[in-house]
């Protein structure tokens, strides 16, 4: 119960529950700290008694690939110029993650490391560069080929922009 009395010298059996069905605790599982507060109200000496609490959210079965980020943006990048940022590529599966590639669909984007095995829990950073060769807005997706098959992907967007050159005659 949320609310109720418990009478001198009596007791009352109460039950908590964790609910872990929030995307922010399934995937990121491991430890939480927290604690129950069972306060008198109305008493001569008003008073509480704080409980600490753990919850332990079980890693999902198998390897299971999560990303910080699910797209980057790099803005804009004078051409033949480099943009770099990263995502955080991060095993919240049980069994190990093992990613064979990760791809582009866009040339002008490269990310590394090309491949890496991560132990349950564990993360690795990767790193996007984006090298524009011609001016305009070029999109395109990256996906991790690995032995997790619903692995998502990040979108990429810069945009290349022309820089004058000025020859001396």
């Known amino acids: ?9 009596d007791s ?12 922010s605790i399934y995937n990121n ?5 927290g604690r129950i507060e069972i306060t008198a109200v109305g008493a001569p000496l008003a008073d509480s008694l704080k409980l600490p609490a753990r919850m332990f959210v079980q890693p999902a079965a198998g390897p299971r690939l999560a990303v910080d980020l699910s797209s980057l943006n790099f803005g804009t990048v004078a051409l033949f ?8 590529v991060r095993n919240i599966g049980a069994a ?3 990613v064979t590639a990760v791809n582009q669909t866009n040339g ?19 790193t996007v560069k984006f090298y524009p060769i011609v001016a305009g ?25 022309g820089v004058p050159h000025f020859v001396a005659v």
């Open 81 to 88: 110029d480099s943009a770099t940022k990263s995502v955080l």
């Open 137 to 161: 807005t070029q999109a395109g997706t990256m996906s991790f080929a690995s032995n997790d098959p619903s692995a998502p992907t990040v979108s990429l967007t810069g945009k290349g922009i």
């Open 96 to 98: 190990p993650l093992s």
């Open 108 to 126: 002008r984007y490269v990310a590394y490391p090309q491949s890496f095995t991560l132990a349950a829990l564990d993360t690795q950073r990767v």
């Open 1 to 9: 119960p949320t609310t109720g009395s418990v009478v001198m010298n």
């Open 12 to 23: 009352v059996l109460t039950s908590g529950r964790f609910d872990a069905t929030d995307p």
């Open 29 to 33: 599982p491991g430890n939480y700290l």
